[in-house]
């Protein structure tokens, strides 16, 4: 999917591959032997379909930025190739050159699976004039409020929802979220592999599209 001079590439689950003048990846998880080097990768928590050692180390290269929560630290230190490593606490801001990047709430509100007050968080990530919201693992939160108004004239904002059910929000759920943060296009993700099926992104594409909500469906890279 190309949004402007930005391309968002799904790599099955949670992962995205977001490329202009910065390779950028977000959770990659069982991607490609050959997948591309990355400049800077997001990982939105320590869960091992988030914070893959193994996929980590096929992308990463000298100087790589690795962006991380706190219980993710102990498990990134292992690398031969050396890379940079910042630890990220909800409400943080950050710049890499041009990109913005904002870190968001991520948990549960009546599941076990990503409490409050642990450390999963989400991203909003600023490339000119898009915006690319990352929620990770996540139900619909109070917090998503603050994201209402982000789709403006001069802002392309799209949201990456998980939709698998379980560990994070379901299909229903993902719709209500949609609602609330009024983006330009929703894509579903966190299904295919683990939980969820490509028959719940048919269904959130439907349910969106009934609230006048824009969904695409990404093939997986």
Known sequence: MKIDDIEIKWLGHSG??????????????????????????LITHSHYDHCSVADIEK???????????ADCQSKITRFKIPIKIEIVETGQE????????????AYNLDKPFHKKDE????????????LVYHAGDTDVIPEMQKLTGYKQS????????????????????A?????????????PMHYGTIVGTQDDAIEFRELCEDEGIEVKILEKE
């Not at 390779?23 to 997948?35: F, L, Q």
């Not at 950050?94 to 709430?105: A, G, M, N, Q, W």
């Not at 450390?119 to 898009?130: D, F, P, R, T």
């Not at 719709?175 to 894509?187: F, N, Y």
């Open 59 to 69: 992308i990463i290269k000298n100087g790589t930025k690795i962006i991380v929560t």
């Open 16 to 41: 995205f591959l977001i490329k202009n003048h910065k390779i950028i990846y977000i959770d990659p998880y069982n991607i490609k032997d050959n997948s591309e080097k990355a400049d800077l990768i």
């Open 119 to 130: 450390s999963g968080v989400g991203y909003l990530i600023k490339i000119n004039n898009v």
């Open 154 to 173: 001069e802002n392309k904002f799209i949201a990456l929802l998980p939709i698998g059910g379980r560990f994070t929000m379901s299909v229903e759920e």
């Open 175 to 187: 719709v209500e979220a949609a609602k609330i943060i009024k983006p330009s296009v929703a894509i």
């Open 94 to 105: 950050l710049v890499f050159e041009k990109i913005k990047i904002s870190v968001f709430p």
